[in-house]
C-alpha cells in the first residue's frame, strides 16, 4: 500500500492511498493443480476403450432402460409422498401429550432405523410366506374378511411399502426438528387471538419449520431415489439398476451397462438438486438468507429488509415519517 501526495495539483484528494490487493499465489497453484487433475481423469474415461461408449450410447435410451427409468421414479415419489404422510403423523405422535402415541411413535422410529433397509424388503418379499393369509377382525374373535396375501400385495406394493414406511422413521425425526426449530411464543401468541391447534400448525407452524425441513428432506429423496436399487431383495426386477444389470449379464458387457445406469442417476439427481435450490429459496425468504432477484443482490442483512420494505408498510425515507 502506498500513498501519493498531490504536488501538481492532478489529484484532487490530498494523500490518497492506492491499495494494492494482496497476492495469493497458492490459489493459482491450487486451480492449476485442480485443473490437472481433472484433465487426467476425463482422459482415463474416455481414451479407455474398456468403457465402451459405442454400447453406452446404443442402450442409453433403449426401451428397457427407459422403463426402468419410470418405475424408479415411480417407487421414488410414491414411497416419499406415503412416507412425509406417515411421518408428519408421526412426528405430532411424538410432540403429543398422550403417551401412548408417543411410545407407539418412539418404538416404530426405533424399529425402522435401528434395521437395514435391505433386511426389511426381504422380509417384505417374504410376507406371503410369513402371513399367507391376512384377515381384519377381533383380535382372538370373529374375522369380518380375509384374502391372501400374495393376491394383495404383489411384488411392487411390497417394495413400496418396504421403501415408504423405512424412510417415514427418518422423515418423522426431521419433521420434529423442523418444529422443534419454531419458537413456541408463536404458537401462544396464535392461541391468545383464538386460532384452533388444526391453522395454527397449518399457518403458523409448518410455514416457518419448512425452512429447516426442506433441506434434509430434498437430501433424503435424492437418497431414496438410490435406494430403488436394493429392490431387487422382494424381488422387484423392473428397476432402473435390476434393468441395466439384466442387459449386461446378457451381453457380457456389464461395465457399460453399469455407466448407463450412472448416468441416469446423474441426470435425475441434477434435476432434483435444482428443484431443491429452489425449493429451499422460496422458503427462506425472509429470514436473512441470500437471495437474487430482479438483477440485484441481496446479503445476508438485507434479506429480512427486503422482505419488509416488499410490504409496503413503512416509509422508504424515514425522515418524513418523523413530526417536525
Keep these: 500500500m502506498t500513498t501519493q501526495t498531490s ?45 465402451r461408449w459405442d454400447v453406452v450410447w446404443l442402450y442409453l435410451r433403449d426401451i428397457v432402460v427407459i422403463r426402468g427409468v419410470m418405475w424408479t421414479l415411480v417407487l421414488t415419489f410414491a414411497s416419499m409422498a406415503i412416507a412425509v404422510v406417515l411421518a408428519v403423523v408421526l412426528a405430532m405422535m411424538r410432540r403429543s ?35 399367507p393369509r391376512l384377515s381384519l377382525g377381533i383380535p382372538f374373535g370373529p374375522e369380518f374378511f380375509s384374502f391372501r396375501t400374495d393376491d394383495v400385495i404383489t411384488a411392487f406394493w411390497a417394495a413400496l411399502l418396504g421403501l415408504a414406511l423405512n424412510e417415514a422413521a427418518y422423515l418423522a425425526e426431521i419433521v420434529r ?83 448407463i445406469a450412472a448416468l441416469w442417476y446423474l441426470l435425475i439427481t441434477s434435476i432434483l438438486m435444482v428443484g431443491q435450490h429452489y425449493l429451499e429459496q422460496y422458503y427462506g425468504r425472509g429470514f436473512g438468507t441470500t437471495t437474487r432477484r430482479r438483477g440485484r443482490s441481496k446479503g445476508p442483512a438485507g434479506g429480512r429488509q427486503a422482505a419488509i420494505a416488499a410490504a409496503g408498510t413503512v416509509q422508504e425515507d424515514v425522515n418524513k415519517d418523523v413530526t417536525p
Design 7 to 51: 504536488a501538481s495539483g492532478s489529484d484532487p484528494v490530498p494523500n490518497r492511498i492506492h491499495a494494492r490487493p494482496v497476492p495469493r499465489p497458492g490459489r493459482l497453484v491450487a486451480a492449476v493443480v485442480v485443473l490437472i487433475l481433472a484433465a487426467m481423469v476425463a482422459n482415463a474415461l474416455i481414451t479407455n476403450e474398456n468403457f
Design 97 to 131: 401429550d398422550n403417551p401412548v402415541m408417543r411410545w407407539v411413535s418412539w418404538v416404530y422410529i426405533w424399529f425402522f432405523r435401528g434395521t437395514p433397509i435391505y433386511t426389511q424388503l426381504i422380509f417384505w418379499g417374504l410376507i406371503a410366506v410369513l402371513y
Design 177 to 259: 426438528a423442523g418444529l422443534t426449530s419454531v419458537d413456541p411464543g408463536q404458537t401462544e401468541a396464535a392461541k391468545a387471538l383464538g386460532m384452533k391447534d388444526g391453522k395454527i400448525m397449518r399457518r403458523v407452524v409448518l410455514p416457518q419449520a419448512m425452512r429447516v425441513i426442506v433441506p434434509p428432506t430434498g437430501n433424503e429423496t435424492i437418497s431414496m431415489l438410490k435406494t430403488t436399487s436394493l429392490v431387487v431383495a422382494v424381488p422387484f426386477t423392473l428397476e432402473l439398476t435390476y434393468a441395466t444389470s439384466a442387459i449386461g449379464n446378457r451381453n457380457f458387457l456389464p461395465i457399460p451397462l453399469l455407466v
